[in-house]
Each structure stands twice: as C-alpha cells, then as structure tokens.
C-alpha cells in the first residue's frame, strides 16, 4: 500500500515538475518574442498552449484517481489539494505566455519600438516574473517555506512597474497618436504579468498549505487591508 | 462537561505494561474514535470503561476513571450496575439463542422489569434506534440468528440500547461486515450520539474520519495524539500520527 502510494505521489510531483518548467518555458519565448518581435517564436508559444492545456487535464485526471483510490488524508491530501490547485494556476499563467503571443502576431512591432519597452521597463517586469515562478518551484521541490514566502514581497516590484506602465503608456499614446493601437496592447502585456504575479502567488500559498498546512490564502489581502485602515 | 475520564491510566497484564501513563477527557454525546495498530493498547483502555478487564488473571490497573466523575474503580461500585449504565457491542455479533424479541427485552429481565407493555415499547424504542424495526417488526419471535450478520450487529446494539446506557462502547463493531451494513452502523451512530456517549475503536480510518468527532491514536500502550478528528486528520500534530493514518508504519 505504501510503496504503492509512494510510486502515485512521486509521479504527480514529477508531472508538476514538468508542467511547471513547460509554463516556464512558454512564459520566456512569449517574452523573447516580444523583444525580438520574433515571430516565428511567437507562433511556436502558440501552438504549444495546447499541450499546456492537454497536460493540465491529464494532472487533474491523475490526482482525480489518487484521492479516488487511495483516500488519502493528512499531508497527502494537503499534497492533492494543493497540486490541483498548482496546477490551475500554472494552466492559467500558460493562457497568459499565449496572449502574449499572440500580440506579438498580430502587432507589427518595430525595432524602435525597443525604447519604449526599456521606459516601460518590460525587461525587468519580464525578469521578475520568470525568478518568482522559478523560486517558488525551487520552494516546493525542497519544502523550503521561507522561500515560497519570498515571492510574496517579490510581487511588489510586478505591482509597482504595471502601475507606472500605465503613466508612461499615456503619455507615449499622446505623443504619438498612430501608437494608441500598440499603446492599449501593451497596457494588456503587462495586465497579464501583473496577473502572473498573482497566479504565482497563489502557487506559493499552496506550496506552503501542503507543507505546514498553513492557509494564507486571503489572508495576506486582509492583513494588506487592516494595515491601510 | 466530561463523561469519561481518565487519569495516569497504566495498566499491566502480569509484567507487561500495556497502558502507558494515559489520560483523556471524552466529553457527554461526543463520539470518540480510538485509532492505532494491532497490540497498540486501544481495546484494552476501551474495556477499562465497563471494566471488562476485571477477570483476566494477573491484570492490574493504575490510575483513575470516572464517569460522571465518580471512580468506577471504587469499592464501593456494584459492576453490574456500572455496565447497566455503558453498553457494549463486540467486532463479532454475538445475538443469544433466543428471539430477536428476547434478545432486546434481555436486559430489561435481567434488570428486574416485569411491566410487559413497558418491555414491549422499550423493544421497539430500542429497535426503532437501532434502524431495525422495520425490517423485524413481523417476525419478532423468530431467532436471533436468522438474521443477516449485519441485522445481528444492529441487534446487539438495539439491545445494548434497550436499557438506555449513558456510554456505548464499541470495539470494531462494522469490521466483519459488508459495505452496505457498514454504512447503516456509522449511520446509526450518528443518530446514537444524541443519546448517547459513544466510544469506538476502529481500524478503518475512513470510519473514525466519517463518525468521530474526536480521535485519539494510540501507539505501543501510548496515546501518543487527541483531538479534533478534522485537525487529526487533516494536519496532525505528531509525526508519528500523520505516518500512521498515511499508511507508512504499524
């Protein structure tokens, strides 16, 4: 019965462990092709949301007929609840590396179009992004709870550069009125990163549910909130 | 308030020690699960309850417990009226070779009740409890073991029932049964725990999860945790706990 339940769990973790690098991955081509107005990149990122999407059934399936067959309780079911949850939240970030794909294929962008990306500072948005899913994956494969919580604090700087985006977007979009098209786009990018930002969050609260059975989820909103009033 | 209590409960049969320093507070109509390996020391507290250790030779006990807050080790306690008042169902049913109707009423006669209506609504009240009236009311003066081995459980708990315990102890009382059977016995304590103080020792953890509200687990005459079944099973203090309810030691 162990050994069989042992043999269930180091399968699903392995298979988060691939989804999590897959949505890493597409998460980084969507940005390289952003930056390199790389088509053909850009389509790949595309096409290969459908194995996102066919991965994210086949971990709900698998964890679906672990609670099924193995009833597990304690640290285990912290183990499948959170891993369902991981693996929404991952499917979710992919669907976002694919929106932002998919700008890049419908946008024709321009190579001076890079001046307004460093004043936008989607280099850095991009790059803080792509360490806080890293760290937070690193967080669960090694039970590391400080860290996981890590990217709580990390999210901040996401928040913080959408928010001024939006400044340096209207201000660009006045200056030059043919760019309003590529100015509200790009307003959309960095909604999505902001929402990435979120969605790892989330996959951070769930790596420290399954390990300490601790619940953060709202919590920290509650907290932000009690602390503003 | 506590129905049960148990205070630096040992407990040794000859020079083994099977319960080790116990105490736990088991509060009125509470359903209390007692989870734990084979030889863990779980049947062995549960019948200190009605004292159904007294007889075995050599056993020795330590320690206090009361119900009620009274000392059921006392002196002074007549144990006949002490199981009057905590019922028990056994992992095997055991009807007696009599009628479905005199194996409830048995208790009563026994007890000195001659009223014959009173007997006859008591045998129902108590069948009805127990979720076998309707299935025995026409043949009441069949026998006992006519019926199926998960009807003869619910039998035994209608006649443990019949004279209105205060406490229910049951050892293993669904493990020799079959799915449907089961399901009607965790049903039934449910809707005994209104009555009743219910203390059960199982070793299905899905059983103690679905009708305990709480759970104490024991380990080598130890409890080594109690608590709230949720907590228990969901976020388990010990790690010795959480090993055991996730399949990987006893």
């Not at chain 1, 979710?92 to 962008?109: K, N, Q």
């Not at chain 2, 009563?108 to 609504?121: C, M, T, Y």
Request: charged letters at 25%.
């Amino acid at each position: 019965m162990v050994k069989f339940v042992e043999n269930e769990l180091q399968n699903i973790r392995k298979e988060i462990s691939d989804m999590w690098m897959l949505v890493y991955e597409q998460l980084d081509n969507a940005y390289k092709s952003v930056l390199n107005a790389d088509v053909t990149l850009a389509e790949q990122v595309a096409a290969r949301e459908k194995r996102v999407n066919a991965f994210e059934l086949k971990i709900d399936s698998d964890i679906e007929d672990f609670i099924a067959l193995y009833n597990p309780v304690a640290v285990d079911l912290r183990f499948a609840l959170a891993m369902l949850k991981i693996n929404n939240n991952l499917e979710r970030i992919g669907d976002y590396a694919d929106s932002i794909a998919r700008f890049v294929l419908r946008t024709e962008l321009k190579p001076a179009d890079r001046v307004l990306f460093e004043q936008l500072k989607l280099q850095q948005m991009y790059e803080t992004a792509l360490t806080m899913l890293k760290t937070t994956l690193s967080s669960l494969e090694h039970h590391d709870i400080a860290q996981a919580k890590s990217v709580f604090e990390i999210d901040e700087t996401l928040d913080a550069i959408n928010d001024q985006a939006i400044d340096v977007l209207v201000a660009y979009a006045t200056e030059h009125p043919d760019a309003v098209r590529l100015c509200i786009e790009l307003a959309g990018v960095f909604r999505k990163l902001e929402r990435t930002g979120d969605h790892i969050n989330n996959l951070a609260e769930e790596t420290v549910f399954y390990i300490d059975a601790e619940v953060l989820k709202h919590r920290r909103t509650l907290a932000k909130d009690g602390d503003e009033a | 308030m506590n129905k049960i209590e148990a205070k630096n409960v040992d407990f040794y049969y000859g020079s083994f020690h099977a319960l080790k320093g116990i105490n736990i507070a088991i509060p009125t109509g509470e359903v209390v699960a007692f989870i734990g390996p084979s030889g863990c020391g779980k049947s062995t507290f549960l019948r200190l309850f009605n004292r159904m250790n007294d007889l075995i030779p050599g056993a020795r006990l330590e320690g206090q417990i009361l119900i009620d807050g009274n000392d059921i080790y006392d002196r002074s306690v007549d144990v006949d009226v002490l199981r009057r008042g905590v019922g028990m169902v056994f992992q095997r049913p055991n009807p007696f070779p009599k009628s479905i109707f005199e194996n409830v009423a048995y208790g009563l006669r026994v007890n000195g009740v001659k009223d014959k209506a009173f007997i006859s609504q008591r045998v129902e009240e108590a069948l009805t409890s127990a979720a076998l009236w309707t299935e025995v009311k026409d043949k009441l003066k069949e026998s006992a073991y006519a019926l199926s081995g998960g009807q003869q459980q619910r039998l035994c708990i209608a006649r443990a029932m019949a004279v209105q315990p205060s406490v229910l102890l049951m050892d293993e009382p669904a493990s020799a049964l079959d799915p449907i059977s089961t399901a009607k016995i965790e049903e039934l304590i449910c809707e005994l725990s209104s009555q009743t103080t219910i203390v059960i020792v199982t070793h299905s953890m899905q059983q103690a999860a679905r009708v305990s509200n709480k759970t104490a687990f024991f380990y080598l005459g130890e409890m080594v945790e109690y608590g709230e079944t949720k907590k228990i099973f969901t976020n388990p203090e010990k790690e010795a706990t959480q090993n055991y309810i996730t399949g990987r030691f006893g």
